[in-house]
């Protein structure tokens, strides 16, 4: 959880610093600091129930193309488990 915990500061900071570089306002990189993950968080549910979709089946067989073999075999796991 400790390591969870440092990588969520870590990057609330990394957010922070990139938009306050990009654009000098510490209100704009405060904003987009902490809306960014609510909107990552919202996305991230809806990309999750659509991943276990039937018709993201192909989706999930590009990403295995694209990462290798061993995606293709955590895939090929995940569909004996089922």
Known sequence: ?????????MHLATSF????????????????TFVEPL?????????????????AQALRGVVARMTGRRAQATEEAAAQAV
């Open 1 to 9: 959880m400790a390591k969870t915990a440092t990588f969520g500061v």
């Open 17 to 32: 610093t990139v938009t306050y570089g990009l654009t000098g306002s510490v209100s704009i990189a405060g904003i987009v």
């Open 39 to 55: 909107v990552n968080t919202v996305m991230h549910y809806f990309f999750d129930k659509y991943w276990d979709h039937p018709k």
